[in-house]
């Protein structure tokens, strides 16, 4: 009978994006080399991506250091909100910020982000079937990342907020037959040098 093996989920966020988002900065394109380089020895089958410019292209740029993975784009890996807190679920303290945060979104993302969301949690989680332990890429979104790593930690659901990523950081996920999750890093950095590293995160918080 066929079991079931444990997957290691690697999350990156994109790299730095120019200004009008429209693909890589400079900055970012040199991040996703210097990620790919990292992972070229472990043993990724496949890159999952979101549809906009900047995840492909980062996903391109690390799919070229790695040998034999598949690179796909994939909405359920893209940028949206994956859940909408009402206000009792908050904390006191701090709903009223988390809500303004969050006042932007139209009713399409509203009821499209969850749905995706649900999707994403179905595809990307657990442990996987067969006898054999799989690693999978998914280069996405701060928000979706926040996301899967609160679920990994059996959080609420509304604390992916406030989980923010740094550009081409490397978060990875274990999931292993007849154990909890386990976010083994989360928003390493060490494959970039100081200068490109905490991109999109206040100066004082660059470390």
Do not use: K
């Amino acid at each position: 009978m066929t079991g079931t093996a444990t997957r290691y989920l690697y999350l990156v966020r994109h790299g730095e994006a120019l200004p009008d988002e429209s693909g890589l900065s400079e900055n970012g394109r040199r991040q996703a080399v210097l990620l790919g380089r990292r992972l070229s020895n472990r043993p990724v089958s496949v890159v999952h991506h979101g549809p906009l410019p900047r995840a492909a292209q980062t996903a391109r740029l690390i799919g070229e250091h790695l040998d034999g993975a598949a690179v796909t784009a994939s909405e359920i890996a893209g940028d949206y909100v994956p859940y909408f807190p009402d206000r009792d679920e908050l904390p006191s303290d701090c709903a009223d910020f988390l809500l303004r945060f969050l006042s932007w979104a139209t009713a399409e993302d509203r009821e499209r982000g969850p749905v995706l969301a649900r999707q994403a949690l179905e595809r990307f989680t657990g442990p996987v079937a067969g006898d054999e332990e799989r690693h999978e890429l998914v280069v996405t979104h701060n928000f979706l990342i926040g996301w899967l790593v609160r679920h990994a930690m059996d959080a609420p659901e509304w604390r992916w907020l406030g989980l923010n990523q740094g550009n081409a950081a490397l978060t990875v996920i274990r999931y292993a037959p007849g154990r909890p999750s386990s976010v083994l890093v989360h928003n390493d950095v060490r494959h970039l040098p100081a200068e490109l590293s905490w991109t999109g995160f206040p100066p004082g918080l660059h470390v």
